[in-house]
């Protein structure tokens, strides 16, 4: 079946650190690919999304690359600022039957970041 | 304009109980979904609807009973609650396509004493 693996939390930075959140896939065929981000107390929202292999999704100073060799989707960011701190999601969509699709997680990656 | 609203956003109930949180979405989308998020933050589908047809029942215990009256609302009943039901569930709307987003709710926090 599809699944999703991101680096385990937590993680905790200090402000203009270098952020990368490792992701990886399985799943059949290509699927597209998402960060979605969820601030304290809210639900989630998409960060940046690749629908085919090379692609690159870039949204707020974070960039992700859709690596179908390594199955891959990691995100980074250059210069993490205090507003960055959530909790960050990969996951991948699939066909489930028909013209359904549904959104398969990771199991999330808190980022905390410090001033 | 709020996209997709849930009602209430907090409820806390005794075991046995039956509630019913509400969602809608003003977006036009035709697909929606209700997820669970456990204390861990983990994520995962229980229902999805196309078009008020449910498309996606992943296994969930039979006392969740998802309803949609209209493509813009879906509801979700639970009988008899337990104490694991306590989560934050969410709901979220798309137009489908495996490259669409899912537009999320802000959630309802449920807690069973």
């Known amino acids: 079946g599809n699944s999703v693996t991101q680096m385990e939390g937590p993680v905790t930075l200090s402000e203009e650190a270098f952020l990368t959140i490792n992701c990886t896939y399985t799943?059949?065929?290509?699927?597209?690919l998402f960060w979605y981000v969820q601030y304290p107390g809210e639900g989630l929202q998409l960060l940046l999304k690749?629908?085919?292999?090379?692609d690159k999704g870039s949204n707020k100073g974070f960039e992700a690359t859709y690596r179908k060799e390594t199955t891959s989707f990691h995100l980074e960011k250059g210069s993490v600022q205090v507003s960055d701190s959530a909790v960050y999601f990969c996951a991948l969509s699939r066909n489930s039957g028909g013209s359904n699709y549904k959104l398969t997680f990771g199991k999330g990656t808190l980022l905390t970041v410090n001033p | 304009d709020t996209a997709v609203s849930q009602t209430p956003k907090y409820l806390v109930t005794q075991m046995g109980n039956d509630k019913s949180i509400k969602c809608e979405q003003n977006l036009g989308h035709d697909t929606m979904y209700w997820y669970k998020q456990d204390s861990k933050k983990f994520l995962k589908i229980m229902f999805s609807y196309n078009n008020k047809e449910l498309i996606i029942n992943e296994t969930v215990p039979n006392r969740f009973s998802p309803k949609s009256p209209d493509k813009a609302h879906l509801n979700l009943h639970i009988n008899s609650l337990e104490l694991g039901d306590s989560a934050v569930y969410f709901c979220a709307s798309s137009p489908g396509g495996s490259w669409s987003e899912q537009y999320f709710g802000p959630g309802t926090r449920l807690t069973v004493t």
């Open positions: 799943a059949t065929g290509y699927p597209s």
């Open positions: 690749a629908t085919k292999a090379d």
